[in-house]
């Protein structure tokens, strides 16, 4: 079964607005990622946040962590159409497996 | 290679027929991992390989999926007697040993008929 679950499971923004995805998992984790999918084929990483990290930043993307409540959040400002895809939380556990959530499908309007 | 290699990337097989699929990984990247995505779902965990170590199994769905890592390095994921509902998209990532980003294949796009 999968570890992560995230919500909402669609979104549709206009460009120049924010994107906010949450993800839950369900075990402890090592740290917490997120990918990017275009098309259904191969995954992206974003960006990689450990698990005695709160925030990380990289350019328009902004990661929290709340390990008290197994749940993290995705962040992406200013979004432009080509930011358009689905995103995915995987967790990575203490056997260094790594697990994905259900994905949130992005779309942004120009 | 400089990336995740899978081949072939479309494969339309018989119901009942068996399939092979291979995952290239990373030069030096000690894991690797297979996962399955159905059209429009996420990504459903496989098995996972971890250098000389027994790889964890849990993932596969049935006994007609087995996996083995040659060598430490190249990868076959192997469906016997394919089912209608075997059909998606099989991706392959790896990764340093330890707690790393992983890189992904393209896929394998298996279509049952």
């Known amino acids: 079964s999968q570890q992560g679950e995230e919500d909402p499971q669609a979104l549709s923004i206009q460009e120049g607005e924010n994107a906010t995805m949450n993800c839950s998992y369900k075990?402890?984790?090592?740290?917490l990622q997120w990918y990017r999918q275009n098309s259904g084929r191969g995954l992206v990483h974003l960006i990689l946040i450990r698990s005695n990290e709160r925030e990380k930043h990289s350019g328009r993307l902004r990661v929290t962590l709340d390990t008290s409540k197994k749940s993290s959040s995705l962040l992406i400002t200013a979004s432009r159409a080509a930011d358009t895809a689905s995103y995915f939380c995987?967790?990575?556990?203490?056997?260094?497996?790594?697990?994905f959530g259900t994905g949130t499908r992005l779309t942004v309007i120009p | 290679g400089a990336g995740v290699s899978q081949s072939p990337s479309n494969k339309v097989t018989e119901k009942g027929k068996d399939v092979e699929l291979r995952c290239d990984p990373i030069?030096?990247?000690?894991?690797l991992y297979w996962y399955r995505q159905s059209l429009g779902q996420g990504l459903e965990f496989l098995i996972y390989?971890?250098?000389?170590?027994?790889?964890?199994k849990s993932g596969l769905p049935s006994d007609r999926f087995s996996a083995e890592r040659t060598g430490g390095s190249v990868s076959t994921l192997t469906i016997q007697r394919t089912q209608q509902e075997d059909s998606a998209v099989y991706l392959c990532a790896s990764s340093l040993q330890g707690a790393t980003e992983a890189f992904f294949g393209q896929g394998t796009r298996l279509t049952v008929v």
């Open positions: 390989f971890q250098g000389n170590s027994a790889p964890d």
């Open positions: 030069s030096g990247h000690t894991a």
């Open positions: 995987a967790t990575k556990t203490g056997a260094n497996n790594l697990f």
């Open positions: 075990t402890s984790i090592n740290n």
